[in-house]
């Protein structure tokens, strides 16, 4: 599986921004499929998860409210929308992926997951 995230971009806080996520190779909807991020000098940490389904979501707790993950199964794309960001938002998003013969899984440690993207920079400015 190959991912490749998009995306990014500057905006300023209070603003939104929508990432995705694309997938390649075959059977995505047995992908459960997560978003990290990195904020420079700072290790990387979950932002938001969703099962192959797409019916199970679940996020970090200071995404709640503000972060929307979802899916399209039929375009091997995963999203990521973001409201209300604030400048500590700032960092580098990256989409990873585990298959799944559950397709009600979710994970949100980077350990469980075996491919990543090549990350997408958003940057909020005050």
């Known amino acids: 599986v190959q991912l490749q995230a998009s995306g990014g971009g500057l905006v300023q806080a209070g603003g939104s921004l929508r990432l995705s996520c694309a997938a390649s190779?075959?059977?995505?909807?047995?992908?459960?499929m997560g978003w990290f991020r990195q904020a420079p000098g700072k290790e990387r940490e979950f932002v938001a998860t969703?099962?192959?389904?797409?019916?199970?979501?679940y996020y970090a707790d200071s995404m709640k409210g503000r972060f929307t993950v979802s899916r399209d199964n039929a375009k091997n794309t995963v999203y990521l929308q973001m409201y209300r960001l604030e400048p500590k938002d700032t960092a580098t998003y990256y989409c990873?992926?585990?298959?799944?013969?559950?397709?009600?899984?979710?994970?949100?440690?980077?350990?469980?997951?075996?491919?990543w993207g090549q990350g997408t920079l958003v940057t909020v400015s005050s």
């Open positions: 969703v099962s192959g389904s797409g019916d199970v979501r």
């Open positions: 190779g075959r059977s995505f909807g047995h992908y459960v």
């Open positions: 990873a992926a585990q298959f799944s013969s559950s397709r009600r899984v979710t994970y949100t440690s980077e350990r469980e997951y075996r491919y």
